[in-house]
C-alpha cells in the first residue's frame, strides 16, 4: 500500500475533518486510598486540536500531561468532561479510538529477539489488517523512517535511535489518524533526535496525519504549529509559538557601558526608562530592542558592547510555571541552553 494511504483507512473517505482531538472539561482524579489525599492530575482541560497539526503539550514534572495522554489514548478512564479522538469517544468508541491512533511511549514495546519486520507483522495481526495490506505496508514504513536496509536484523543489535524510529514506524503500520509521541527523543544523542525529526517532517509532509507531542525539548516544542502549556492540571497558555512568545512581550536589551552609574541615570533621565543590573550590564526591558538601541547610542554613552534577546519558549514556559525548560533539558543531556 502506498505511503499516500496511510492516515486513512482502507475504504474510508478523508473527508470528515472533525477536529482530530476535542477534549471538554476533562477532569481525572487518582483515589488517594484510606491514608492519602485525593490526587487531581488533571482539572478541566478543553482542548481542540485540527486534523493535520504538530501539536505540543508541555509542562512540568507532574503537571498532568500522561494522564491526559493515557484518556486520549483510552488506557486511563476519566473521572468527568469528554475526549475524542478521530471522531470517536474515548470511553463509549475504545475500539474505534484505538484502530485510529499510533503510539510512541517513552518505554519500548519492540521484541528486541524479532527482526523489525517480525515485529512490524506482529503488530499488523494484533491490529487485524488486511494480509494483503500487511508487506506493501511493512516496505512503506520502513522506508519512511530508513531502515529499509535493515529489516531482518534482530532489533537487539539497533542502536537507541534506530529502535526508537522502529518504534515510529510500528505506530503508523495500522495507518492511524493521530499519532502520540510521549517524548520521542529522550535519550537520544543529537544526530539521532535530528534525524527521528526528518522522518517526522516526511511523515507530515507526505500524510493526512496529526501528531500530539509531549517533550520537555525547547527546540521541539519550536516545531509545533501550536502548543499547550500545561500546569497543575490545566492548561495555562495555548497558542502558536510566535504568538506566546509575543505574548510573554519584551526584549531584552543587554549593554556594557565604560560607567554603568552614570548610563543608568542618562537612561533613566533622557529616555524615562529604567535598568536593572546584570553581571556587569545593564539590562533595560522594552517591546521593541531594534528601535530602542539606537536611542542608546544617542545619549552620547560609552557602549562596549549590546545584544538584544528576543522572548524564548523558555521565558514563555517560566512565566506560566515558574520553571525552565531549560532545566529538563540540562538534566537530559547537553544540548544548548538558553542564550
Ligand atoms: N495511577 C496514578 N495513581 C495516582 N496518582 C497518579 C497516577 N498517575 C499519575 N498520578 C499523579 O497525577 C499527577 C500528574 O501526573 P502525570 O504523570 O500526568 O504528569 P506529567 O505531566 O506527565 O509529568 P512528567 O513530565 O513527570 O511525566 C502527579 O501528581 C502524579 O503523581
Not at 536496509?149 to 534482530?154: E, F, G, I, N, Q
Not at 533621565?269 to 528601535?291: C, I, N
Amino acid at each position: 500500500m502506498p505511503l499516500t494511504t496511510l492516515g486513512t483507512l482502507p475504504g474510508e473517505v478523508a473527508v470528515d475533518r472533525a477536529p482530530a482531538v476535542q477534549v471538554r472539561d476533562l477532569v481525572k482524579t487518582f483515589p488517594g486510598g484510606k491514608k492519602r489525599t485525593d490526587v487531581e492530575a488533571v482539572r478541566g482541560i478543553d482542548l481542540d486540536v485540527p486534523a493535520g497539526e504538530l501539536f505540543g503539550f508541555l509542562g512540568p514534572n507532574g503537571a498532568g500531561k500522561s494522564t491526559t495522554i493515557k484518556i486520549l489514548c483510552t488506557l486511563v478512564r476519566p473521572t468527568a468532561g469528554s475526549a475524542q479522538v478521530a471522531g470517536f469517544d474515548v470511553v463509549r468508541q475504545k475500539d474505534d479510538v484505538r484502530r485510529h491512533i499510533g503510539l510512541v511511549f517513552q518505554e519500548t514495546t519492540l521484541d528486541g529477539h524479532l527482526t523489525a519486520e517480525q515485529n512490524l507483522r506482529f503488530h499488523a495481526e494484533i491490529y487485524g489488517m488486511a494480509h494483503t495490506d500487511v508487506a506493501p505496508r511493512t516496505d512503506a514504513v520502513l522506508d519512511m523512517v530508513g531502515l529499509a536496509d535493515r529489516r531482518s536484523a534482530v532489533v537487539n543489535t539497533f542502536s537507541g535511535g534506530m529502535k526508537r524510529r522502529l518504534e515510529i514506524a510500528r505506530g503508523l503500520m495500522h495507518s492511524p489518524r493521530v499519532l502520540f509521541l510521549d517524548e520521542p527523543t529522550i535519550g537520544l544523542d543529537p544526530e539521532s533526535r535530528a534525524g527521528l525529526w526528518d522522518y517526522v517532517d516526511r511523515l507530515r509532509a507526505e500524510e493526512d496525519i496529526t501528531v500530539f507531542l509531549t517533550t520537555h525539548y525547547m527546540d521541539e516544542a519550536e516545531r509545533c504549529d501550536r502548543i499547550a502549556i500545561v500546569d497543575g492540571g490545566r492548561i495555562g497558555a495555548l497558542g502558536s509559538p510566535a504568538a506566546l512568545k509575543a505574548g510573554v512581550g519584551h526584549d531584552r536589551v543587554r549593554v556594557v557601558t565604560a560607567d554603568d552609574d552614570a548610563a543608568e541615570a542618562l537612561v533613566r533621565d533622557r529616555l524615562g526608562v529604567e535598568t536593572t543590573r546584570e553581571r556587569g550590564a545593564l539590562v533595560v526591558l522594552t517591546p521593541d530592542g531594534e528601535q530602542f538601541v539606537p536611542r542608546l547610542f544617542e545619549l552620547g554613552l560609552t557602549v562596549r558592547s549590546v545584544s538584544v534577546t528576543r522572548p524564548s519558549l523558555d521565558d514563555v514556559f517560566l512565566a506560566y510555571t515558574g520553571a525552565r525548560l531549560a532545566d529538563r533539558q540540562a538534566a537530559a543531556g547537553p544540548r544548548g541552553g538558553r542564550r
